[in-house]
């Protein structure tokens, strides 16, 4: 106890080189601790982007294409199932709900999605929260459209607005749909998920922008139809499906279900069960994931090399006070244990600064970065990952204090009693 | 009268280097005020390490209140260092981050034994009456840094006084302060050591003081490795 008070009064009189030594620690296990929290925040919003789909069908293909392009809106889907063969699955009896996918068209850069009213029943994202409409209602007639949060608020929308749907998918295409305008009848609430950046119509919307189309080429000219005729029909007739999310009625026939379809005949297709997909994506970001982890552990291993500088240079000044303590019985062991001391509290105290630094700056910009950038960080009590890493950074600080701990004692041992400087 | 120091045949240096020390035989009863003299380099420092257990000799017998010190582990000596003697430096005595009272409390916080010999009063109260003796009482809360020489001299006595150790051993403790005050701090030092039957060794190269000592040891006289 007296060598920890020592080695206290002992920081404290350096209060200056203190609490910049402290500082430097403290930003750096900040810096660790909060890339952790960023990093599982990360993959938290990134596997929480869809739930409670137990399935994902789609065409023969890649399954992390199925799912790019199916629930993140990147790439581009291969081909297309027939509407008869999502009706069939539809209605096999192991099939609680669907939700189909007409992909393939866009609007100002933004992707286009037919679908039906099951994916504002159905769809569910972060935990089994609903998709909510911030404005108007849910598209259900041929020429209604809702936006996403983001498209609203980016191109600046609003409820009565003409969206006209482009060809394909990019920002500029050159074969616009624009005989048929659609108009804004709701826009969703933000949800944080590529849910916002995209632009919902129904499949029927879907089927009538692309009348007398044949394989992806526009009508010959004489031969299109007008907004009038489309108006007049009775029934629009959908033909395919791009995808469709799956939830069962039983989660234990999940697994024969993907077998099932990834086995049917009469069409090529495949299903993938979106937890495994996601967590095998993440494993291929993993690389920059581990890159960025080894970084921060190499600032925390400088915040510490910045402590060890700062206490083998005052070693110089303090000969004098390690001849007093000797003189009074300390032994060159007890010099050890205070200049170990020492670095274990300047590393305790930077760690502990550092993760309630986390906490200070996570509580002020946990708004900001959502609103800025979608993602939403957890602020939880320090678990298990903080604890190791501050248990980590103690004793890196304890196994450094060695290095001034050991040069005191020859020193100590060599000086004895005399000082000469 | 048992000796409170016995050297016999003891030989000292430092590494592989020349010897410093070869006193063949040194003696001093306890409660002897000695005054240990020489030039500078003639080993005095070297024997007071010698004699406070830090250094170790290599040849020879360095009995200290009766225990052999050159047959102690250096963890023996410390506590032997600790339990038994007080120290007084030349200059810059006190732990600069300390208060006076800490400083004066550090050996008997450190010893167990010293803690045990402070007659049942606390270690606080303890300093403040030997701190009382040594006319610093109303310094004790102050930072060491902004007392004079003379006053850090005599915090660093009460540290020395602390507990009653049998031996005090000073290394030229007057030698930065004036002729006058000298005198003082010798006098109050004598006073306290008598109080507590502590043997006094003090060493010093300036021989005015000398009279006022019971033994007189000439080391240049005693130590056969001067140059």
């Known amino acids: 106890m007296l060598v920890l008070d020592l080695a206290l009064k002992s920081l404290r009189n350096r209060a200056f080189s203190t609490s910049l030594t402290v500082g430097s620690i403290a930003l750096s296990v900040a810096l660790l601790v909060g890339v952790e929290n960023v990093r599982v925040g990360m993959r938290e919003s990134f596997s929480n982007t869809i739930s409670q789909t137990d399935l994902i069908v789609g065409a023969k293909g890649g399954t992390i294409q199925l799912l790019l392009y199916s629930v993140f809106g990147m790439g581009s889907p291969t081909n297309n199932l027939s509407w008869e063969t999502y009706r069939e699955w539809a209605e096999h009896p192991a099939v609680e709900w669907t939700i189909p996918y007409g992909l393939g068209d866009s609007h100002r850069g933004f992707r286009v999605i037919g679908t039906n009213e099951d994916f504002y029943r159905r769809y569910r994202y972060r935990g089994g929260q609903e998709i909510a409409l911030a404005e108007g209602r849910a598209g259900s007639e041929v020429f209604d459209v809702t936006l996403g949060a983001d498209v609203a608020a980016e191109l600046g929308y609003g409820l009565g607005d003409e969206v006209a749907v482009t060809h394909g998918i990019g920002e500029v295409g050159f074969l616009n749909h624009d005989q048929m305008p659609f108009e804004v009848v709701g826009i969703l609430a933000k949800t944080f998920t590529p849910v916002d950046r995209a632009v919902y119509v129904t499949l029927e919307g879907i089927e009538a922008i692309h009348f007398g189309w044949e394989d992806g080429a526009p009508p010959m000219p004489g031969e299109e139809h007008t907004l009038e005729e489309v108006l007049a029909m009775e029934e629009i007739e959908i033909t395919q499906v791009t995808s469709f999310f799956v939830g069962t009625a039983n989660r234990r026939d999940v697994l024969r279900l993907q077998r099932e379809i990834n086995d049917y005949e009469a069409e090529p297709m495949m299903a993938v069960i979106p937890g495994l997909a996601l967590s095998e994506m993440w494993q291929g970001i993993g690389y920059a994931e581990t890159g960025l982890r080894l970084v921060t552990i190499f600032v925390v291993l400088v915040g510490l090399l910045g402590m060890l500088v700062s206490l083998y240079t005052s070693l110089n000044e303090r000969r004098r006070e390690m001849a007093i303590l000797r003189a009074v019985g300390a032994g060159p062991g007890s010099i050890v244990v205070l200049l170990v001391l020492e670095a274990v509290c300047l590393a305790a105290a930077g760690a502990l600064a550092g993760l309630g630094l986390v906490y200070v700056l996570l509580s002020a910009g946990q708004p900001i970065v959502e609103a800025q950038v979608g993602l939403f960080i957890p602020i939880r009590p320090p678990g298990s990952v903080e604890w190791l890493f501050l248990g980590a950074v103690v004793t890196a600080g304890f196994l450094m204090g060695f290095v001034p701990a050991l040069k005191a004692y020859r020193t100590a041992l060599h000086d004895g009693l005399a000082v000469r400087v | ?227």
């Open chain 2, 1 to 227: 009268m048992s000796l409170a120091i016995d050297v016999q045949r003891l030989r000292f240096r430092y590494g592989r280097g020349p010897w410093v020390l070869d006193i063949p035989e040194l003696t001093l009863e306890r409660g002897t005020r000695a005054f240990l003299f020489g030039p500078s380099g003639s080993g005095k420092t070297t024997l007071l390490g010698v004699l406070a257990g830090v250094l170790k000799p290599e040849e020879g017998e360095v009995k200290v209140l009766g225990r052999d010190l050159a047959s102690l582990s250096g963890a023996q000596r410390d506590a032997f260092r600790a339990e038994h003697i007080g120290y007084v430096f030349q200059m810059f005595n006190l732990i600069p981050y300390l208060s006076v009272l800490d400083n004066i409390t550090l050996p008997a916080r450190m010893n167990a034994a010293r803690r045990a010999r402070l007659d049942g009063v606390g270690v606080k109260e303890a300093a403040a009456v030997l701190a009382d003796h040594l006319h610093i009482g109303d310094l004790l809360k102050r930072p060491v840094t902004e007392l004079s020489v003379g006053q850090q001299q005599r915090v660093a006595a009460c540290r020395a006084l602390i507990g009653a150790p049998e031996l005090i051993v000073a290394d030229e403790p007057t030698s930065s302060l004036d002729f006058d005050r000298r005198e003082a701090f010798l006098e109050l030092l004598f006073r306290e050591c008598e109080r507590a039957g502590a043997t006094l060794v003090f060493v010093s190269h300036d021989r005015t003081l000398e009279g006022m000592f019971s033994r007189r040891i000439s080391l240049p006289d005693i130590n056969k490795a001067a140059l």
